[in-house]
Nanobody
Framework: VQLQASGGGLVQAGGSLRLSCVAS????????MGWIRQAPGQEREFVAA?????????HYEDSVEGRFTLSRDNAKSAIYLQMNSLRPEDTAVYYC???????????????????WGKGTQVTVSS
């Protein structure tokens, strides 16, 4: 699975961005999908994840809960992260990830079973 993230950019605090991640090479139907971010000099941080199969449960890091919304469109092999009320501390490179196991994304325990793509830069100015 190849993952291509897009939609990053520069935005003022309080603004919005919508990140997209499109997969190729394989459908995403059997994969949990999500986003991980890394700010300069910081550790990687879980952002959001959505399960595969029925129900599509979503999970968010506490600081983005209520501001970010993750969705998926299996027909388009894509996921979307709507980010509202952005804060300077949201500044980071955002990476899309796919895994057969949701907890791999939530726990940042990506293995050779998993996939992630090049990130997209999000910069929020104060």
């Amino acid at each position: 699975v190849q993952l291509q993230a897009s939609g990053g950019g520069l935005v003022q605090a309080g603004g919005s961005l919508r990140l997209s991640c499109v997969a190729s090479g394989r459908t995403i139907n059997s994969y949990a999908m999500g986003w991980i971010r890394q700010a300069p000099g910081q550790e990687r941080e879980f952002v959001a994840a959505i399960s595969q199969g029925g129900g599509w449960s979503t999970h968010y890091e506490d600081s983005v809960e209520g501001r970010f919304t993750l969705s998926r469109d299996n027909a388009k092999s894509a996921i979307y992260l709507q980010m509202n009320s952005l804060r300077p501390e949201d500044t980071a490179v955002y990476y899309c990830a796919a895994s057969p196991f949701l907890h791999h994304i939530r726990e940042l325990s990506l293995t050779t079973d998993d996939y992630w793509g090049k990130g997209t830069q999000v910069t929020v100015s104060s």
